[in-house]
């Protein structure tokens, strides 16, 4: 034994010069030996309760020291302290008694080789058996707290709710459960990661934690899903501060591995006892206040209110048809032309999907898409209709039609989609539709919305040849540093600018403005939702390249385009 340990030794010996030979045989093992040598019941007694001690060594043979009793004191004073007896060769029989009271082991005077060893494996059986408790608690504190964060889990958030439900109710005051959700946490997962996901809601739980007072517990009920109580409120506008307090908590931005990220949250509140008497009721209506949050279009929040149960059995009725839609090959896509200016021609056509409802008749995309993108749906749907669209497109040439893009719109998700690039390259091949004839449109706030990874997977869409439409533009918010690094064809005017181009003059300095830019940056620039000859007329003037709206065409099934195309008379544009 090289390294000194500290050994705390409470040693019971007539004297101190009687200690000194053991005293030089620990010395010699190694240990650094701090002694306090007692003599008396009740000395040894005070020594256990002021004092910590690593063992206890004690002569056997001193008159008025009786060992029974002194091994009762260690069981109630220091229970996990190992007891050594001490007795001399001819009085062996002390120490195998002390052994049956109690003591750990009993050493021979002058035969002190074998103390080492005693002392180390009793020393290392206190160890053992004190990780042991630790394990113990540990299991228990991972039973109810969350790994990630350490937050509560939603087992002890439950018992806590209960408890202070019994209490509200008692007397007779609010209470309040709100649930938080962090928007988009999914894109964050998709594009940066799990790593950084983990780290986001660590720091959002840092951030919540210290900013709400330990009065209000707060815990992670799984995936970004937390929850926080009021568990005593007198009116319904202090949940409303403390949704305040939240957004307030999370608003600057958060920086991880490099990367700034805005995080806002969708809060759901329900109301102890208005919106529910039991915990159950209460998280559940809190959840559901909050999926109205993100269908409000997230960052806020909603108060529940009962109407919201019948809104959420809507939705999973919706769900489940959506659901066997895709199975029962429900979906059938309508095209609608777009226009090129200068010549008058049909040069593409936009695919919009619809949906074929057994009950409802046809459901438009506004009813469904965001319920398909929730779910996830919007995968396969999004495949079926590329595949159809592309199908469709060949199809068309091989009647002898005059060659026409096919627009498809691409939804967030599906642009996340790991394997996007190679399932459109796959389309392609098996439906052997030629890659300029496809045009992908995504809208500029799904393009901006994480523009590094966008610039990358535009790239390697435009390597397999096909073209790429900014959708829905001027709605988001473009820097046109990345604008300039998209290898994008086209930029979509945004329906809502069109609309009001007569009435609205800042509208019409819009329109300009897109056209203006999109050619400085070499783009066709495309009008949506033209509906009148006055528009067509301001976006001509203004050098617009192509149009789509109903003044030409509504979208038309598939078999009908052929049939308008012949009607056209070199349009009047
Ligand atoms: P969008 O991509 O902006 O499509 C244009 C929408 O405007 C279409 O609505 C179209 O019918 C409508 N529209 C066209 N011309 C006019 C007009 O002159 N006036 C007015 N008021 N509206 C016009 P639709 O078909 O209901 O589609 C709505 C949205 O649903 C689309 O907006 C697109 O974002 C989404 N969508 C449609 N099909 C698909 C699809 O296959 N996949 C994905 N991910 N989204 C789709
Ligand atoms: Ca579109
Ligand atoms: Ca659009």
Redesign the pocket.
Known sequence: MNMKHPLRLLLVEATNHAAQPLLEVLQQLGYDVFLECIHTIAAFESALQQKSWDIIVANTELSDFDIPTALISRHRLGPEIPFFAICSASHESFGVQAMEQGAQDYIVKNHWQRLGPAIERELKIVELRRQHLRAQETVSHQSQYDLLTDLPNRQLFKDCLVLALAYAQRHRHMAAVLFVDLDRFKTIIDTLGHMVGDQVLRSVSDRLRSSLSTEFPLARLGGDEFVVLLPQIERADQAVKMVQKIVEALKAPFHLNGHELHITASIGVSLYPYDGEDADTLLKNADTALYRAKEQGRNTYQLYTPAMNARSFERLAMENSLRKAIERNEFL??Y?PQVDLKSGKIISV????RWQHPDLGIV???EF?HLAEETGL?VP??EW?LRAAAQQAKAWQSDGLPPMAVA????AR?FRQQDLVESIARVLRETELDPQYLDL?I?ESIAMENADYSVVILKELKARGVTIAV??FGTGYSSLSYLRRFPITSLKID?SFV?DLQADPNDAAIADAIIALAHSLKLIVLA????TDAQLRFLKQHGCDRA????FS??LPADDLPAYIKSLQPLAV
């Open positions: 896509l309508h609608q936009e695919a919009l999907v438009y995309p506004s898409i919007i749907l999004g209709v498809v719109n691409l939804s599906q449109e809208t959708d829905d329906q609309r949506e939702g033209v509906e789509q709206g109903f003044l509504r979208a």
